[in-house]
């Protein structure tokens, strides 16, 4: 979920289970969302991403949901590996041309 | 084709002092825009420019300029240095077709 103060939450699992990252977003009136990985020491790097007239959008090994009803995204990781191990961030694209709006970001730790 | 690159990687500053971060893109994508990372922060935008030409202020411009004079390049001045400034600085370049963001390497600069 979305960080209060210094610290991102995080999230532990084991290697080969399933993961899910979530994400409150703040505007009704966005319309594409995105997850990006950004591992240590590197630039975020696009994961997947959904429009708001779907609820639903696969990848390999990743899905994302949307809840527009209570305005949260989710991102689930299918069979963990510990090369998946990074912060996550989501990101919302308001109406218009107007900037990207990203989360905090939730660290993602694999136990292997 | 190299994506978007960044330079230096790793700048220390004393107070006061200029420099200019420098950005460029080999994609051909209009959009671009700068963001500084700082711990349980997210990433927030300094500045874009949504083509040659044009610039616009982010959520933190404080203390920072850019110019847009080719598609290519986006360079993003600190005028006078301060320690507040400190942070990880990442640029990216926004694909008009699929709003997809690739985002450079990052420079981590250190301002005493």
């Known amino acids: 979920g979305e960080s209060v103060g210094l610290h991102l939450p995080t999230l532990s699992v084991q290697e080969g289970d399933n993961s899910i990252i979530n994400c409150a977003y703040s505007?009704?009136?966005?319309?594409?969302f995105i997850w990006y990985k950004q591992e240590s020491g590197k630039g975020p790097q696009f994961i997947i991403d959904i429009r708001s007239n779907m609820d639903k959008r696969q990848g390999q090994r990743v899905t994302v949901l949307l809840n527009k009803t209570v305005k949260h995204l989710s991102l689930q990781i299918a069979a963990t590996q510990p090369g998946d191990s990074a912060v996550y961030f989501c990101a919302e694209s308001p109406p218009g041309n107007t900037p990207l709006v990203f989360g905090k970001g939730t660290r993602l730790s694999v136990i292997a | 084709n190299a994506g978007v690159t960044q330079t230096p990687k790793f700048q220390v500053l004393k107070t006061g002092q200029s420099m200019t971060l420098q950005c460029a893109q080999d994609?051909?994508?209009?959009?671009m825009s700068w963001y500084r990372q700082d711990p349980g922060m997210g990433l927030r935008l300094i500045h874009y420019?949504?083509?040659?030409?044009?610039?616009d202020q982010g959520e933190v411009p404080n203390g920072y300029n850019v110019s847009r004079s080719t598609t290519e390049d986006f360079p993003l001045r600190l005028l006078s240095a301060a320690p507040s400034q400190t942070s990880v600085y990442f640029c990216a370049a926004t694909s008009g077709l699929t709003n997809e963001q690739f985002f450079g390497p990052g420079t981590r600069l250190t301002v005493l």
């Open positions: 505007n009704s009136a966005s319309d594409y």
């Open positions: 420019s949504v083509g040659a030409g044009i610039t």
């Open positions: 994609m051909n994508h209009e959009y």
